[in-house]
């Protein structure tokens, strides 16, 4: 109420300045303005790789606009579902056009955000005090997961209805509460109508909300402790007489500019694709989900989208025979930790823990062991905040172990992922297993080799 | 009256835990009708009906579909040497007397049958759940260079033979369930209800 009287009027908007001052005194518009804006400071040596944090909100907005207009002739029934889809691709007035727009977006939205995720690997974003934008990230990522996976249903095309039933079916494989939750989770016996229509719920308004409150989440937990850079210098170290930081630019109008240019050339490239390739050689749109869903057949050769195919290449990876290499490694791991220098309760917690895997080993199938592996190599990105022991932040300024685990987790995950899209072959299951185990090494072993490493001293300013 | 005196701070938390603990399981009930309405729905339970097979048509080695609770069932018309075939295949089988699969207690044989020439079992892989294809002919194969014949998944590559039994190392690891069924006549069977009215 005060406020009213208190708030200085707004001065540099020329004849919008009396409007500015009416909000202003009954909404915090100025205040919001400058904090997320044009005083948010954000380190003047941003380069290449952060463009795809400001691509990604672009994408969540274009997906969000394209899938408005997409729901308002899609009809979300199993018997109409597939010819609506292709009466927006032929009868409706741009309608190949939004639909391009929007499965082309989902595609994009998976490259920016692996993009986005290697840029804070390489400069240890997640590490201290940003742990939480990490966290929240990677919910975002979860979240983005499912969105795809349900909005993946909707045209009711064979590699829709199939790749559902696999997924869901992955719970199934659960123990005790596996097969009930399938159940519910599809609303019938099978993928059916049911699942179709609440997939659809799930796809345009559940997901979609908790994505935009997680973003705002992520972008007020960044702002509130500051950007990191690919120096890894805090800094909010080095104030000037102004109280900003030195080594800080404004993000309006310096990054705001930036990062128009960086959706700019986005936009050109996204543009080539939607043209001209659409389908992107069956990756962006598979070529058997231009088949109506069929119950009683599965595709000969069936593959989740390109995003998934590293994780599913795990799933597959993890058979009876593996498992006792798993055992081993599991071991082996144990006995790391026992001679590691770490405090007494960790050390029990932690071979407690891997006893009970070892038993657990040996109790459940190796079907369901896959889907646990699957699972795990998703959520073992949360603990990476604390996995990464090394004095410094910046790949910049750690040593050649990092640099190498990194270079090698990269090719690994690229390599998983080509083979998550080839029908299954004994080549390409080894290779998936030897995959599988580095993916994993490179987590699990990053307390040890994270330490170990030669780094060099992180700068206190920016040159 | 020497009553004694209040504690303030004790009053205080009793009064918050027992209005959070109420608050709760109100909050948990009413999540109930929501949680529940995901289940399947009457229609849905009341949509699985048998289905009446007629196998007059089917030649020996051939296979046919049929929809049984929106799911595929099979009808294979075994011939001598593929049911050879299945008994060669004893030792390659992760579980070759099913006595970890589901089948009615009258197909928990060797065939997995009630009568060997005819399979009947749900084209459903109990690893993830894709449907496997034929490859009924019993010569070498990318996924197996001695294949006996039977079915490949493309999903997850499981194998099975003749019997619908899983081959070991495989992802899958239970043999294609088997539903119940019974002959109505030598060439017409019902797939989804048995003599015991199942």
């Known amino acids: 109420m005060a406020s009213t009287e208190n708030k200085l009027p707004v001065t540099g908007a020329g004849p919008l300045n009396g409007v500015l001052t009416w909000v202003d005194q009954r909404f915090p518009l100025i205040s919001l303005w400058k904090e997320h804006a044009a005083e948010y400071y954000a380190p003047k040596n941003f380069n290449f790789w952060y463009y795809f944090g400001s691509l990604a909100m672009f994408v969540l907005v274009l997906q969000i606009v394209t899938g408005i207009f997409l729901t308002m002739h899609y009809k979300p029934d199993a018997a109409q579902a597939f010819a609506s889809v292709e009466y927006i691709m032929r009868d409706v007035p741009w309608g190949w056009l939004v639909r391009y727009m929007h499965s082309t977006g989902a595609s994009m939205f998976f490259i920016v955000v692996y993009l986005h995720m290697f840029r804070g690997l390489m400069y240890g974003s997640y590490r201290k005090p940003r742990e939480l934008i990490w966290i929240f990230g990677m919910v975002i990522y979860l979240m983005l997961m499912a969105e795809a996976f349900f909005g993946y249903l909707l045209p009711w095309g064979q590699m829709s209805f199939w790749g559902a039933q696999v997924i869901v079916n992955l719970f199934d494989a659960l123990p005790l509460i596996g097969p009930d939750l399938a159940l519910w989770i599809r609303g019938d016996y099978v993928v059916s109508d049911a699942t179709l229509n609440r997939f659809f719920a799930f796809h345009v308004i559940a997901i979609p909300l908790v994505l935009v409150a997680l973003v705002a989440a992520h972008l007020m937990a960044l702002h509130e402790v500051g950007s990191n850079n690919p120096e890894g210098v805090e800094i909010k170290k080095t104030l000037g007489p102004d109280g900003h930081p030195v080594d800080g630019i404004p993000f309006h109008p310096y990054y705001t500019v930036k990062d128009t240019f960086g959706v700019m050339v986005f936009l050109a490239l996204f543009a080539i694709v939607m043209f001209f390739m659409p389908e992107f050689g069956g990756y962006f749109l598979e070529y058997n989900n231009f088949i109506p869903a069929d119950p009683l057949k599965t595709p000969s050769h069936i593959a989740p989208v390109w995003y998934f195919t590293p994780y599913y290449s795990i799933l597959r990876a993890i058979t009876e025979e593996f498992m006792i290499v798993l055992a081993i490694a599991v071991f082996f791991y144990g006995v790391l930790i026992l001679r590691s220098a770490f405090r007494g309760s960790m050390k029990t917690i932690a071979l407690i823990a891997i006893a009970v895997v070892l038993a657990l080993f040996w109790a459940l199938d190796a079907k369901v062991w896959g889907v646990i592996f699957m699972g795990l190599a998703v959520m073992i990105f949360f603990l990476l905040p604390w996995l990464d022991q090394s004095p410094v932040k910046s790949v910049r300024y750690k040593g050649g172990l990092y640099r190498s685990a990194l270079g090698l987790f990269v090719v690994v995950f690229l390599v998983l992922g080509y083979y998550g899209t080839q029908p299954v072959t004994d080549l390409g299951t080894r290779i998936s297993q030897i995959g599988t185990m580095l993916y994993f090494a490179f987590f699990m072993l990053m307390p040890w080799y994270s330490r170990m490493d030669t780094t060099r001293p992180e700068p206190v300013r920016l040159a | ?198």
Not at chain 2, 109 to 131: A, D, Q
Not at chain 2, 160 to 172: C, I
């Open chain 2, 1 to 198: 009256m020497a009553e004694k005196e209040l504690d303030q701070g004790k009053r205080r938390f009793l009064l918050t835990a027992t209005t959070v603990a109420a608050g709760g399981v109100a909050a948990g009930a009413a999540a109930v009708p929501f949680v529940a309405s995901m289940l399947p729905s009457e229609r849905a339970k009341a949509a699985g009906a048998p289905v009446e097979v007629d196998v007059s048509g089917l030649e020996p080695g051939q296979k046919m579909v049929v929809e049984w609770r929106g799911k595929p069932a099979w009808v294979v018309r075994r011939t001598p040497e593929m049911l050879k075939m299945v008994a060669a295949d004893e030792e390659r089988v992760a579980d070759p007397d099913s006595k970890r699969s589901r089948q009615p207690a009258y197909a928990k044989n060797e065939m997995r049958s009630l009568k060997p020439e005819y399979l009947v079992v749900e084209g459903i892989c109990t690893h993830l759940g894709c449907s496997p294809v034929d490859r009924l002919q019993s010569q070498p194969e990318a996924f197996a260079a001695d294949w006996h014949g039977g079915f490949y998944c493309p999903c997850h590559g499981s194998l099975f033979d003749l019997a619908g039994r899983v081959y070991k190392n495989k992802p899958a690891p239970d043999n294609l369930p088997v539903p119940p069924y019974r002959f109505l006549s030598d060439t017409r069977l019902v797939i989804g209800e048995d003599t015991q009215g199942a």
